[in-house]
C-alpha cells in the first residue's frame, strides 16, 4: 500500500516481535490439543482451517459478529464523504465503509490487508458525535488500515475467537 506517511521501522519491530510471540502461543495451544485429543493430524488440520478461514474472511465475520452491512455512497453520503477526504488527505486506498445498526458507540477497522479492509461505524456512534468527533475517530481507525494494524489484529484474535468456539461447544454440549 502507498502512503505519504513515513514507515515506522519501530513499530515494524514490535509487531514482528508480537506476531512471533503469538506463533509461540499457537504452537502451545495447538501442543495442548493434541494432548487432549491424541491427534496430531486432526489437531492440525483443524487448526490450520480454523486460521484460514479466519485470515481470509475476517471482514465478514467481523461484520456479521457486529451485524453491519456495506453501504454505498448513497445510502450514507456523509460517512462516505469523510472517509474519501480523509483518504485523500493519507493518499490511501479508500477502504469499503459498513455501518452497524447499533446504539452502542464503536467503530472498528478490519480485513487482511489494504485491500480487503473495511471501516464500520455504529449507528449509535454517528448519532453521539459531532461531524469533527467522528472525523477523529475515522482517521484513527484508517491509521490501523494504513499501518496493517488490522492483519495483525485478525491473527491476534485467533486464540480468542477459539477460545469462544470452545466454550459455546462444551456450553450446548452439556444442554
Not at 471501516?119 to 490501523?144: D, F, I, K, P, Y
Not at 485478525?154 to 454440549?173: C, H, N, Q, W
Request: a negative charge; glycine letters at 6%.
Amino acid at each position: 500500500m502507498r502512503s505519504r506517511f513515513e514507515p515506522d521501522r519501530q513499530l515494524t519491530t514490535r509487531m514482528v516481535v508480537t506476531m512471533f510471540l503469538l506463533g509461540l502461543v499457537y504452537v502451545a495451544f495447538i501442543a495442548a490439543l493434541i494432548v487432549l485429543l491424541k491427534s496430531v493430524v486432526v489437531v492440525v488440520v483443524i487448526a490450520a482451517g480454523l486460521l484460514g478461514a479466519q485470515f481470509w474472511f475476517s471482514d465478514r465475520i467481523a461484520l456479521y459478529a457486529m451485524h453491519g452491512h456495506l453501504v454505498t455512497a448513497e445510502e450514507q453520503p456523509e460517512l462516505h464523504g469523510v472517509i474519501d477526504r480523509l483518504c485523500a488527505t493519507a493518499d490511501m486506498p479508500k477502504p469499503r465503509v459498513a455501518v452497524s445498526e447499533m446504539d452502542l458507540p464503536n467503530a472498528f477497522a478490519t480485513g487482511r490487508n489494504a485491500d480487503h479492509a473495511v471501516v464500520c461505524v455504529t449507528t449509535g456512534l454517528q448519532r453521539r458525535l459531532t461531524a469533527e468527533e467522528l472525523e477523529g475517530v475515522l482517521a484513527h481507525e484508517l491509521s490501523h488500515v494504513a499501518h496493517r494494524d488490522v492483519a495483525v489484529i485478525t491473527i491476534a484474535s485467533f486464540l480468542g475467537v477459539i477460545a469462544g468456539l470452545i466454550v459455546r461447544f462444551a456450553f450446548y454440549s452439556q444442554l
